[in-house]
C-alpha cells in the first residue's frame, strides 16, 4: 500500500498491471459532508469493518479521524487490533457478537465491545477480575433486526443490570435498522427503542440507532450518535420513497484501473474467451487486462459492463476468467501499458450491483482479495 499525491495513470509502480485507487481528499470530504447534515452536538462512528468495505480501514482511518469522525466501528476483535497494531488510539466499538472467551483480550486492546446476555456480563467480570480493567460495553438491543441483541421485553431490567455492575464501564446503547428504506418498519423499530431509552438512566451513555439510510431519512431525539458506512466511500443506500430527507453530496472514493497487456485481433466469427459468449462480427482490436474474478469482479458481469480508454468507452467482451478479461478497442489508438479505468467516480460500482441483482456494499469488499491498492490526495 502507497499514499501518492497528484498521481498519474502512468506514474504508478506497482507489482501488477491492476490496482484499486483510493481517493483520501473524496473521503475526507464525503465525511464532512455527512457531520454537515446530522444535528448539532451528535458524534458520528465511522463503520470501517470488513476492512473498510474492502478499501483499507487502517489507511483510511486517520483521514476519517481527522475529517470528523469521534470513533470507529468494526466487525470482530482482530479488526480492532489491526487498528490498534496501526498506533490508531480512538475509541472503538466492535458491533459484531464477541465471543465470551475473547473478552479480555478486548480488555487489553482497549476496545469496546457490543453485550447482549448473561454470559457477557460473567465475562466481563472475569475480565476484569484479570487484568483489573473494566470491560468497556455497548449494550444491543434487538429492535427487529433479529439478528443479535437483547430482546426489548428483557432489556430495561438487563440495562439496568449493567448499570450496577461496578466491574462494567458502561458506555452506550444501540440497535441497528432492518429496514431504513421502508418508514413504516423502520417507525415501529423506533417505537421499540424509545420504549426502552425512555426507562433508563441515559446519563453519559451514546444512544445510536441510525445507520447511514437512517441518517439521511429520520430523526430520533432519544439518540445522540449516528453510524456513518457505506456513505463515507462514496456510495448511496436504499432510501425511502416518501418524507423528508437529508442526502449529502457524495464522491465514490474508489477506482479501479488495469494496464493492457496484449493487444491482437480476432477475425470475423471467432469467439472470445471460455465459451466463446462472444463472437466478433468482421475484425476487432483486442486488449487484454490482468483482471478477473480472483480479483472480485463477479463472472456474471461478462459482456455486460464497460472500461474506459484514453476518454472512450470500450465494451468488456467474453467470459470474465480468474485473473484476466478483454476489451473491444476497435478504433482506438492504444498501446501495451495504457490504462483502462473500469471503475472511478463517473462510473459507479452501483451499475454493477443493479446488473447482478446485489448491492454496492458486497462489491466493494469483493475488491479487496489481491488487487493492490494506492491512496491518491
Known sequence: MRVMKNVKQSNVN???????????DYLAQNTKNIRAISPENTKLLAVVKADAYGHGAVMLAPTLLASGADMLGVASIDEGADLRNAK?????????????????????????????????????????????????????????????GVAVEEAVDFINEVRNSDFIDFKGVFTHLANAEIREKTNLQIEKWNSVISKIDTNGLLLHILNTAGQMCYRVPNSNMQRAGIALYGLYPDFPPDGEKHIPQLKQILSLKGRIVHIHEAKDHEGVSYGHTYIAHGTRKIATVPLGYADGIPRGLSNKIFGVLNGKKVPQIGNITMDQMMFDITGIDAQLGDVITLLDKNNSIDDWAKILGTINYELTCRLKVRLPRVYTR
Not at 14 to 24: A, G, K, M, P, T
Request: proline residues 3%; hydrophobic residues 50%; charged residues 25%.
Open 88 to 148: 490508531i488510539t480512538a475509541d472503538i466499538l466492535v458491533l459484531g457478537a464477541v465471543p465470551v472467551w475473547a473478552v479480555e483480550s478486548a480488555v487489553k486492546l482497549d476496545l469496546a465491545i457490543s453485550i447482549f446476555s448473561k454470559e457477557h456480563i460473567l465475562a466481563c467480570r472475569q475480565a476484569f477480575e484479570r487484568t483489573g480493567k473494566k470491560p468497556k460495553v455497548h449494550v444491543k438491543l434487538d429492535t427487529g433486526m433479529n439478528r443479535i
Open 14 to 24: 506497482i507489482h501488477r498491471d491492476s490496482w484499486v485507487e483510493i481517493n483520501l
